[in-house]
């Protein structure tokens, strides 16, 4: 997700969608551990997806 699509959200959005990268970050651990992630630089990409939206919400707040 890029930067400017995360903007473009609206807050409730935004806060949705975080919920929902957090709960998937936490399967793909699961999956690592269990060594059945077959592409091990997802975690990677939704460990950043992750903060630009925590950014872009930051930035909202002040």
Known sequence: MK????????????D???EK???QLAN???KAAARQLKNP????WLK???????TVKREREG
């Open 3 to 14: 930067p400017q699509e995360v903007r473009a959200l609206s807050q409730a959005e935004l």
């Open 16 to 18: 949705d969608r975080l």
């Open 21 to 23: 990268s957090r709960r």
């Open 28 to 30: 793909l651990r699961f």
């Open 41 to 44: 630089n997802e975690i990677l």
């Open 48 to 54: 950043r997806d992750i903060a630009r939206m925590e």
